[in-house]
Nanobody, 119 residues
Framework: QVQLVESGGGLVQAGGPLRLSCAASGSNTAISDMAWYRQAPGKQRELAAL???????NYRDSVRGRFTISRNNAKNTVSLQMNSLKPEDTAVYYC?????????????WGQGTQVTVSS
């Protein structure tokens, strides 16, 4: 019902910036939460940053102060500005959306975009 399309991944040098964007489409139901998760090779997927519909934000400790999550509710987009990137930030980054419907809750995932940080 909801499709999420990410963009902005790529290769970046350590210390540099990168900006990820995600656009949601396909539903007329308001999206409650949007987030960015990431998964490094051989590791579990972990939450990087989350933002609620009203703008409340939660960051993973290791990215706090370096990453900034934002959203545009009118456009149903969410972005992640990543600064001072470290090699340990290398992962596939996934856009996430949570929708509260009339009877059920639904979660949706993007296809993922690779972020590689080199020295």
């Amino acid at each position: 019902q909801v499709q999420l399309v990410e963009s902005g991944g790529g290769l970046v040098q350590a210390g540099g910036p990168l900006r990820l964007s995600c656009a949601a489409s396909g539903s007329n139901t308001a999206i409650s939460d949007m987030a960015w998760y990431r998964q490094a090779p051989g590791k579990q997927r972990e939450l990087a940053a989350l933002i609620t519909h009203n703008g409340h934000i939660n960051y993973r400790d290791s990215v706090r102060g370096r990453f900034t999550i934002s959203r545009n509710n009118a456009k149903n987009t969410v972005s992640l500005q990543m600064n001072s990137l470290k090699p340990e930030d290398t992962a596939v980054y996934y856009c996430y959306a949570h929708v509260l419907g009339s009877a059920n809750e639904y979660t949706y995932w993007g296809q993922g975009t690779q972020v590689t940080v080199s020295s």
